[in-house]
């Protein structure tokens, strides 16, 4: 966006020898090709046709290959990244996800997430630096294996392409894959605003938001790689700062976010999003955009009429997401399988992804149809777990 009103919403030591290139290794019902070259390991997503959306089978090859080189000495450090220009990674795989509950396999729609949440937290921990290349569609699935490369020394970065959100609130889910913690963590009342209205950034509000560490002319990426193939590293850090110094100077790229549709509306989340529910943020809004005629005023037309489209009971647990991420992201992302659960059962995901996805009549019946009517008691019951601490899936996680 090039005004203020509302971001575009678009669907060590000396070198040593190196091992030879391994040979590229996929099996063709993953979509995930995995590979060793010059100390580096790729993970490189193969699945055009469907925006790199992630299966079952993706997320554990994904997993798997992390695992096997965790601990070999002979990689250094680990990029993602896709060949295909459309899309780093549109999500999760909700078509499946609809049709396994409907079809009423609770343990398919577990199965997913739990082993989505897993991998989501092996990057986040991952002991290497691992570098994220993002360019067109990046959301759901595709900010969860990509934002935690911020945790592990490694990079994040945009292409000119890039669009970034979690747009879960359409469907009637929230953010999930942990991304709560991210959010919590942006400036201001920014990850508050992503979470609630799913609205999608570019590259240059990323920057700003701190949802990604450097940009990079997308022309530029194949010699980059290439050169990382070239280059003699010693360490993953060496790594990652080649990738650095490759992309856009800091001076640029603090000129860049400093001009970004986030920063240029920064003064106006502030003031509504920071307030304590939803109820409010929108009654704040409304009173904007009665107030007058200026850039204010319209920017909260504007956020009303996404807010008024949204499903109200999945805006006020995405609020509360970001407003209990305060913990480790092992908690967050236990704390996201319990609520996909109550988003299935009792919330309005079923419902969003039928008319936003299946039928694509654009017309949900949310269960509560007016924000004014989400009451505390309905919004805290949606964090039930329904597993003991002891038996949870993802109790095993720390960090």
């Known amino acids: 966006m090039s005004n203020p009103r509302q971001p575009d919403l678009q669907p060590d030591s000396q070198p040593q020898a190196q091992p030879e290139p391994?040979?590229?290794?996929?099996?063709?019902?993953?979509?995930?090709?995995?590979?060793?070259?010059?100390?580096?390991?790729?993970?490189e997503l193969d699945r055009p046709q469907a925006l790199n959306a992630l299966t079952t089978a993706m997320v554990r090859a994904l997993r798997t290959a992390l695992e096997r080189w965790r601990d070999d000495p002979a990689v250094l450090?680990?990029?993602?990244?896709?060949?295909?220009?459309?899309?780093?990674?549109a999500g999760g795989d909700v078509r499946y996800l609809y049709a396994s509950y409907r079809a009423g396999d609770q343990a398919a729609v577990d199965t997913f997430f739990t082993d989505e949440y897993r991998l989501n937290h092996a990057i986040a921990t991952y002991p290497k630096p691992y570098l994220a290349f993002l360019n067109g569609v990046v959301m759901g699935g595709g900010m969860g294996i990509s934002q935690g490369a911020h945790?592990?020394?490694?990079?994040?970065v945009v292409g000119a392409s890039?669009?970034?959100?979690?747009?879960?609130?359409?469907?009637?889910?929230?953010?999930d894959v942990g991304m709560g913690w991210y959010l919590a963590r942006t400036p201001g009342a920014l990850g508050r605003y992503l979470a609630v209205t799913g609205e999608t950034i570019d590259a240059a509000s990323a920057l700003y938001a701190g949802l990604a560490d450097v940009s990079l002319d997308e022309a530029a990426w194949p010699e980059l790689f290439a050169a990382l193939e070239r280059e003699r590293f010693a360490s993953g850090a060496q790594v990652v700062e080649f990738v650095r110094d490759a992309a856009r100077s800091a001076d640029d790229t603090r000129r860049l976010a400093d001009a970004s549709a986030l920063a240029l509306a920064r003064a106006w989340i502030d003031t509504h999003f920071s307030l304590d529910d939803v109820n409010a943020v929108l009654a704040s809004l409304e009173a904007a955009q009665r107030a007058g005629q200026g850039s204010e005023a319209e920017w909260a037309g504007q956020t009303v009429g996404v807010l008024r489209e949204r499903s109200p009971l999945s805006m006020a647990v995405s609020l509360d997401v970001v407003s209990r991420a305060e913990s480790t992201i092992s908690d967050c992302l236990r704390r996201d399988l319990d609520l996909t659960r109550s988003s299935f059962a009792t919330g309005d995901v079923m419902e969003g992804i039928r008319a936003r996805l299946i039928d694509k009549d654009n017309r949900p019946h949310w269960r509560i149809a007016r924000i004014e009517d989400v009451r505390r008691d309905?919004?805290?019951?949606?964090?039930?777990s329904p597993w003991r601490p002891a038996e949870h899936p993802l109790r095993g996680l720390n960090g």
């Not at 945790?151 to 994040?156: E, H, I, N, V």
């Not at 309905?378 to 039930?384: H, L, Q, S, T």
Request: with cysteine; net charge positive; glycine share 8%.
């Open 162 to 175: 890039a669009r970034l959100a979690m747009p879960e609130t359409r469907i009637g889910l929230f953010p």
């Open 77 to 89: 450090a680990v990029i993602v990244r896709t060949p295909h220009p459309r899309a780093f990674c």
């Open 378 to 384: 309905e919004v805290d019951a949606m964090f039930a």
């Open 151 to 156: 945790r592990t020394g490694g990079l994040r």
């Open 22 to 43: 391994q040979p590229p290794a996929a099996d063709p019902e993953t979509h995930v090709l995995t590979r060793v070259a010059n100390g580096i390991g790729y993970l």
